[in-house]
């Protein structure tokens, strides 16, 4: 080896069969395919991405139109929904135990149903309130007053607060302030000084809303 060839491997510290093989090395030349060759596929699969968008495009509309009309299907019928009847029971104001007023297509009853019938409707007025024996009654002062009139212009002139009522179950009141009805309710009694006929009851519950009851006398 020369000193050149000494230097020289000294300064680019590459060995000589390095530079030998790099010096035999061939290059294998790339085969690529055509692009007229090639055309077919990238238009299939363009198709098929086209073919995808668009089903799922119109999938998404579809969703939403079936959305927006189960809404208003919904809509419909909240808004068609019969109202639930309301059952009255026993109120206190006369006419609370009335049946529903509702309108229906009936066969007119025969002689006897329709006598049969009367005879039940006067059997139920004989219990509503303010019938005899049946009615509210509260005691004030030591006199037993039953329910008389509703008076919607409100207490008459010259009524003075007497006191609060007391609800208890039973037929007939034992107690002053304690009132017998067929529900609970609460209220105030008021009198009218010098008139013991009559005592006026400001009471709320079943069906009542601090509505004005006269209480007339018994006996």
Do not use: H
């Not at 290059?27 to 055509?34: G, H, L, V």
């Not at 006199?143 to 008459?156: S, T």
């Amino acid at each position: 080896m020369s000193r050149a060839e000494i230097l020289f491997d000294a300064i680019t510290n590459v060995r000589p069969e390095l530079i030998e093989e790099a010096q035999e090395y061939k290059f294998r030349r790339r085969t690529r395919i055509p692009v007229r060759r090639a055309m077919p596929w990238l238009a299939a699969a363009a198709c098929v991405a086209l073919l995808v968008v668009t089903v799922r495009w119109s999938g998404f509309f579809n969703m939403g139109g079936n959305s927006g009309g189960s809404a208003n299907f919904g809509g419909m019928a909240n808004g068609s929904a019969a109202p639930e009847s309301s059952d009255t029971g026993g109120g206190w104001a006369a006419g609370d135990t009335a049946g529903s007023s509702g309108v229906t297509d009936v066969d007119e009853p025969s002689g006897e149903e329709q006598e049969s019938q009367d005879a039940a409707s006067d059997d139920s007025a004989a219990t509503m309130p303010g019938a005899a024996g049946s009615s509210p009654t509260v005691m004030v002062n030591g006199m037993c007053y039953q329910w008389g009139d509703m008076l919607p212009d409100g207490l008459p002139e010259g009524s003075v607060y007497y006191g609060d009522v007391e609800y208890v179950d039973g037929e007939r009141p034992v107690n002053d302030r304690e009132i017998v009805g067929p529900s609970d309710v609460t209220g105030e009694i008021y009198v009218v000084p010098g008139d013991d006929s009559t005592v006026y009851l400001v009471l709320s519950g079943e069906s009542l809303d601090s509505d004005v009851v006269a209480f007339d006398l018994i006996g």
